[in-house]
């Protein structure tokens, strides 16, 4: 399995951005992840692609979105709201039909946000 991300950039605070991230192969789930210099990498947020079910980490719930579309074996992540803690690199990966254990990582898309 291939990924690929894009989206990232520099954005004010509370402006917006979205992440996409393409994957070649067979898929169970996909999710983003992200780590801040300094910081260990954490979970952000996830997508189920047998039903869709969503899974959101607390610091990004009601603020950033993810969806996916089947036919491009895409995912992506709407951020709303952004603050500058949420200035980080952004990674991609697919996991296991359970969700359970993320197998195959992207490389990862820059989101600064900074006025």
């Known amino acids: 399995v291939q990924l690929q991300a894009s989206g990232g950039g520099l954005v004010q605070p509370g402006g917006s951005l979205r992440l996409s991230c393409a994957a070649s192969g067979r898929i169970g789930g996909m999710g983003w992840f992200r780590q801040a210099p300094g910081k260990d990498r954490e979970f952000a947020a996830a997508?189920?692609?047998?039903?869709?079910?969503?899974y959101y980490a607390d610091s990004v719930k009601g603020r950033f979105t993810i969806s996916r579309d089947n036919a491009k074996n895409t995912v992506y992540l709407q951020m709303n709201s952004l603050k500058p803690e949420d200035t980080a690199l952004y990674f991609c990966a697919v996991s296991n039909p359970s969700m359970t254990r993320y197998d195959y990582w992207g490389q990862g898309t820059q989101v600064t946000v900074s006025s």
């Open positions: 997508i189920r692609w047998a039903d869709a079910g969503k």
